[in-house]
């Protein structure tokens, strides 16, 4: 099964930008469709951040789809030849506090890694 490990959390103030890393191991992520970066705050359920989706044309074609609370602010990405997703956040605020992961949401099962934090406050 491909493992997933995020990094790249860390305590930023608000308006500042991070960038999260998902790097994969056991598998390689060329072979997987949709990937995606989902949070999660205490007590609260895992949410979906944003997804990106390879194009199936020969062209190398991606799709990226956003919550509508990070539209604007946040870009995903994907280097299949690293094996590697990452996560643009820019404008962060306070409501961005999270533990941040990485997933093919459509494997099965799902793997879930430890996350990355992320903590936006002054």
């Known amino acids: 099964q491909v493992q997933f490990v995020e990094s790249g959390g860390g305590l930023v103030q608000p308006g500042g930008s991070l960038r999260l890393s998902c790097a994969a191991s056991?598998?390689?992520?060329?072979?997987?469709?949709?990937m995606a970066w989902y949070r999660q705050t205490p007590g609260q359920a895992r949410e979906l951040v944003a997804q990106?989706?390879?194009?199936?044309?020969?062209?190398?074609?991606?799709?990226?789809n956003y919550a509508d609370f990070v539209k604007g602010r946040f870009t995903i990405s994907r280097d299949d030849a690293r094996n590697t997703v990452y996560l643009h956040m820019n404008s962060l605020n306070p409501a961005d506090t999270a533990v941040y992961y990485c997933?093919?949401?459509?494997?099965?099962?799902?793997?879930w890694g430890q996350g990355t934090r992320v903590t936006v406050s002054s």
């Open positions: 990106i989706s390879t194009g199936r044309s020969a062209m190398a074609t991606y799709y990226a």
């Open positions: 056991g598998g390689t992520i060329s072979t997987i469709y949709t």
């Open positions: 997933t093919a949401p459509n494997n099965r099962p799902v793997y």
